[in-house]
């Protein structure tokens, strides 16, 4: 998102019913969680995400989901629910992370009560490119919204202090949290001249701080 002046971007979102989605690969998700949702975007199309279920195994015991929600580490794990890095490689996402100047963001969530909903963010241009793309993947049955010109502080994201959000992003770029990890804390320490126990503290921190900024932002 370099470059782009957030006070002329724009969003639109899209929801499809639960029945609507059936022929699509992310519909089985469902069978496994009963709500994802969408909390930081970490690039393409991976996410931290929050999952709730009714069986813990679902965590486990997922392969049927290597084609829309791929579950590479979880962060956090409760009776219910964790907080998880998954990869979405799923039609719709898959459009948005390979179009230039828009990007999925909160809200975006996929629940069997209320179906999928995706928010994107974005140039004009790069909006309207993601948006015939999608049209021409559902064109009867997509609903779509798209807003007039937002401020750059419309999407929520929780503030990290200047040294934590550089080593948050620089692991995002240098590959951490891929899920064959290309770089490790170390690479990370040697590239910016840190301690590498510096790192770790700095992630999760960031980790935390994103979590717990969403939860406290959406209520729960």
Not at 39 to 60: A, C, N, Q
């Amino acid at each position: 998102m370099a470059g782009i002046n957030a006070d002329t971007l724009s969003f639109f979102q899209i929801k499809i019913t639960y029945e609507q989605a059936q022929h699509l690969p992310g519909a089985i998700i469902i069978d496994y969680f009963s709500k994802a949702e969408m909390i930081f975007g970490l690039g393409g199309d991976r996410v931290i995400s929050r999952v709730e279920f009714d069986d813990p195994k679902s965590l486990e015991e997922n392969d049927e989901l290597s084609g829309s929600f791929q579950i590479e580490n979880i962060l956090q794990k409760g009776e219910n629910f964790a907080y998880v890095i998954a990869k979405t490689p799923g039609p719709i996402q898959s459009i948005i992370a390979q179009q230039d100047g828009c990007w999925v963001v909160p809200p975006t969530i996929l629940s069997r009560e209320g179906g999928f909903f995706m928010t994107v963010q974005g140039t004009s241009k790069g909006l309207k490119h993601a948006r015939d793309r999608l049209m021409s993947l559902i064109p009867d049955e997509l609903e779509m919204r798209i807003s007039k010109t937002i401020d750059a502080d419309w999407i929520f994201a929780p503030t990290l202090p200047e040294k934590r959000h550089v080593v948050m992003m620089t692991a995002v770029e240098m590959g951490y949290y891929d899920p064959t990890r290309k770089c490790t804390q170390k690479d990370l320490a040697e590239f910016l001249g840190l301690k590498q126990n510096t790192v770790g503290e700095h992630l999760r921190h960031a980790e935390s701080v994103i979590i717990n900024s969403w939860a406290k932002h959406s209520g729960q």
